[in-house]
């Protein structure tokens, strides 16, 4: 063959290698091949945000390349939610998401833009994490014994705070009178240490709240722990009980979860690769360590957080319903 036509080819051949290369498995190789935005939707310095620095330091390091955090604050998550909802399924936003703004938000607010049960690609569980019920001390109340038996004499009279409308400590408390047909006034608060304040002072008599908040209270006796909404106890609070081991809340289990998630219709290849990533990061006990110290535990691994995802919408549209709660 003249070698005149035989270059001409080989060229195309080449091309066509290339193309084929790029359309098939080497394409998926090379991602991510620019850096990532995570969006979490609440604002810098709280738990939500250090938790999703953990996960973007985490997937960072094992996809070799820059995983940003972008504060996307409001409407209890859902604007950074609804923003990786309308984002491009190509792997470059995804978002570190709470059980609120996935599960909680659309129980409230019907209206809602987005649908967490099919406009997110799951991609993994993190970690969860449990709320505590307190007393203030000026209750005078020290155990659930003691707590039923005071709101059971007198129904209506006693309040308790959580950090907002519709939030997981408003669906945990809920539930605790859903379940143990007690009545107390649920109180608003926008800001978890203003509602710790006003606990530690009496001006509300219970409220929901990380574990990790109000920690240093605890000393002395400023606040008093009842139980947490998970269905064992937190390792961090070993002496608490969980809710559920009461008569009154027999099977009570209410933790928030944290999860990474991607648009609709992420691409399989890309959504293997990042919980491959998550889950090589999870081996590490040194991040496992840091995730409990934010009041979170790590997640196993095998969660099915679609299913997840769906059992706690439905959860707390009933929940939502008892309680008449709405935006």
């Known amino acids: 063959m003249d070698s005149n036509l035989s270059a001409p080819l080989s060229r195309r051949h080449a091309l066509a290698t290339i193309a084929a290369c790029l359309a098939g498995p080497a394409f998926a190789d090379a991602y991510p091949a620019r850096p990532v935005k995570l969006v979490v939707g609440y604002a810098p310095g709280g738990s939500v945000d250090v938790i999703g620095r953990i996960v973007a330091n985490v997937l960072a390091a094992s996809l070799r390349q820059a ?115 007690v009545s107390l006034v649920h109180v608003p608060y926008r800001s978890g240490s203003t509602l710790t304040t006003d606990l530690v002072g009496g001006a509300v008599d219970f409220a929901g709240l990380s574990p990790t908040v109000i920690a240093p209270f605890l000393q002395g006796g400023r606040i008093v722990p009842l139980g947490v909404t998970s269905a064992t106890r937190w390792p961090g609070l070993p002496q608490v009980p969980a ?78 319903k008892f309680a008449n709660i709405r935006e």
């Open 243 to 320: 809710l559920g081991e009461h008569p009154l809340l027999k099977g009570y289990d209410l933790s928030g979860w944290f999860a990474l998630e991607g648009p609709r219709n992420l691409p399989p290849d890309i959504v293997q690769r990042l919980r491959a990533a998550w889950q090589e990061g999870l081996q590490d006990p040194a991040v496992r360590k840091r995730l409990e110290e934010n009041g979170a535990l790590a997640a196993q691994g095998n969660e099915d957080l679609a299913q997840m995802t769906r059992d706690d919408v439905d959860r707390f549209a009933a929940l939502a």
């Open 67 to 181: 995983v940003v955090v972008d504060n996307q604050a409001g409407a209890a998550g859902a604007i950074g939610a609804q923003r990786v909802a309308l984002a491009p399924a190509d792997g470059y936003t995804l978002l570190a998401g709470t059980i609120n703004e996935l599960a909680a938000t659309l129980a409230v607010n019907p209206a809602q833009k987005y649908d967490p049960r099919k406009d997110f690609t799951p991609i993994a569980l993190v970690a969860t994490a449990p709320v505590l019920l307190v007393a203030s001390p000026r209750t005078g109340v020290k155990n659930l014994d003691e707590f039923f038996a005071l709101v059971k004499r007198n129904p209506g009279k006693y309040s308790y705070g959580t950090s907002g409308v519709g939030s997981l400590q408003h669906f945990a408390g809920e539930l605790v009178k859903q379940r143990a047909g």
